[in-house]
């Protein structure tokens, strides 16, 4: 954002600037980062790396897919289109 900024651009104005994981900064009293909250509970690294072993040993399975809910925080460096 200091960068885009620093380059004259206005957030939310010229672009809109959003990020992931919605941490405690995204919601800072200066600046309000939309972002998209991950799901906390679920380790997605061991998920992960638990998938990836499952294909190893079963070469047959072609692709693992899960979906995890999240959540779209929406504040003040997204613009209304």
Do not use: C
């Not at 939310?12 to 906390?40: C, E, R, W, Y």
């Amino acid at each position: 954002m200091d960068y885009l900024i620093q380059k004259g651009y206005s957030v939310p104005s010229d672009i809109s600037l959003i990020g992931v994981d919605n941490i405690a900064l995204t919601s800072h009293h200066s600046f309000q980062l939309t972002t998209v909250g991950m799901i906390k509970e679920a380790n997605l690294g061991q998920l992960a790396i638990e998938n990836l072993i499952e294909q190893i040993e079963n070469p047959e399975i072609d692709s693992i897919q899960e979906t995890y809910p999240n959540q779209l925080f929406i504040r003040s460096t997204t613009k209304k289109i």
